[in-house]
Nanobody, 114 residues
Framework: QVQFVESGGGLVQPGGSLKLSCTAS????????IGWYRQVPGKEREWVAV???????NYELSVRGRFVVSRDNALNTVYLQMNRLKPEDTAVYYC????????WGQGTQVTVSS
């Protein structure tokens, strides 16, 4: 099963932006849907966004209108553009197969703080 490596996290002030990348170990062209997830220590991992092979996407309510998910099958990479970030977006962000999650990667830490 294709595995993913997340990158692009960091420290950003409230209202700022970050773009996360999710690079696959092999082609993602045949993976119908890839999801972004996040987890805060002590809480369960939660779904954030999903993108299908046809470009269709969906978002968790709290990020809708602020986050944009995209994919580049030629680069085997999925992106998460995060805008107007809020302190409550602070978490470790992961990507994975949307249907039938595979092993989780290390994730990338996003910290929104002044």
């Amino acid at each position: 099963q294709v595995q993913f490596v997340e990158s692009g996290g960091g420290l950003v002030q409230p209202g700022g932006s970050l773009k996360l990348s999710c690079t696959a170990s092999a082609s993602i062209a045949t993976i119908y849907a890839i999801g972004w997830y996040r987890q805060v220590p002590g809480k369960e991992r939660e779904w954030v966004a999903v993108i299908a092979n046809d470009g269709g996407s969906n978002y968790e309510l709290s990020v809708r209108g602020r986050f944009v998910v995209s994919r580049d099958n030629a680069l085997n990479t999925v992106y998460l553009q995060m805008n107007r970030l809020k302190p409550e977006d602070t978490a470790v962000y992961y990507c994975n197969h949307y249907y039938d999650n595979g092993p989780w990667g290390q994730g990338t830490q996003v910290t929104v703080s002044s």
